[in-house]
């Protein structure tokens, strides 16, 4: 079966299932359609990178010949993680792509592209025209492109590493899961030498996923680090996805520490060594988030949903980190690009200053539940949209992403799918059984 253009084609990236809606015809047309994306920015030179999933290889090896047909050069960067991709982006000045299905299961692939200097490349910035190119078909350079190879594991992990005092992290005890996934290679790569003792869980390189999905966001996947942290009192536990741009915490009882109370510990972190700093959020994260920039003496910037919006607003704000609940950290001085790796030194670093534990440092910042991500399948999102506005004539809202609705006490955001026919509810009271109460307040609402 041919490639299913308009099924792969995401806001974001490119995903779909192998075989039916990906093959090899497709990648080859996508490569020389990026090519000439790349040509016409004034790029003669791209990279190529890719995970562990069983046709990663071949993939990244059909695109660059796709690149190379358009006349642009390749170089080729290996197996990497995504984050690591962009620090190659960024650090040469190049557009890149990494094949990746990023937590997606075993059968997935995909790619997730970038301008020079890892600037995003989302729907709006690229990625309709190279999906336009690849449908038209290829238009060969007269003289083909060169390939060559590059190992940018080393300074990947210097870089890492450039975001924290190396000295002044203590020997915590550390279980790393990274699920098969591409945490395998730069994790030990990039704590081997600290003053860090990692247990590693999964660490072997393997697409089929034989453990567990790497889909740290599902409470299911973190069962086997919260039992490892527990069988070795450690000090902390870090989850990573497939591509290793996300990071999840748990604390030392084997609590999870969300991602948003995580951009908080960050944020705070940072506030102490550049106060006044702005930080972005998304508008899903905790309440929690826009008032311990507050309280730090920061300016918090509220964005919607989505990292190319992140680091868009980054750059029109100038802010020096920004975090998502979903587990996405990005720095100003990682290319505004997001990093599950300086996340968690970054965390490591405030926990070596902090002896009581993670959870005595998350402490203060529990201060609300959450319903976490819920989707319903509604057959026309905006007119339930509208129907859920019109319940709650007398609170605050606003149309930022979807419809947000906020009772002071409580509030939830209501958004639709970019990609299926999908409402995705995110709830936040002060208690639990609050938060039970209110989602099936606004789910009838939505029924």
Known sequence: MATDYDAIFKAYDVRGTVGDQIDVDGVRAIGGAFARFAASTGAGTVLVGRDMRP???EFAAVFG????????????VGLCATDMLYYASGSLDLP?????ASHNPAGYNGIKMC????APIGADTGLQAIKSMAIAGPDPAAARGTHTSRDMLSDYVA???????????????VVADTANGMGGLVVPAVFEGLPLVLDHLYPELDGTFPNHPADPLQPENLRDLQGRVLELNAHVGMAFDGDADRMFLVDENSR??????TTAIIART????????????NLICSKTVPEVIAEGGGTAVRTKVGHSIIKQAMADTGAIFGGEHSGHYYFRDNYRADSGLIAALMVLEALSHHPAGLSDLVSDLNRYAASGELNTAVEDTGRVIERVAAAYPSASQDRLDGLTVDLGDWWFNLRPSNTEPLLRLNLEAPTPEEVQHRVSEVQAFIA
């Open 65 to 76: 010949d796709g690149a190379m047909d358009h006349g642009v050069n390749v170089v080729d």
């Open 159 to 173: 870089h890492v590493r450039s975001f924290v005092d190396t000295q002044a992290l203590a020997p915590l005890l």
């Open 55 to 57: 046709e990663s290889e």
């Open 115 to 118: 301008g020079p200097g890892a």
């Open 270 to 281: 940072i506030l102490e060594r550049d106060p006044g700093a702005t930080i972005i959020h």
């Open 256 to 261: 999870p520490v969300s991602g948003s109370l």
């Open 96 to 100: 890149g792509a990494v094949f990746t």
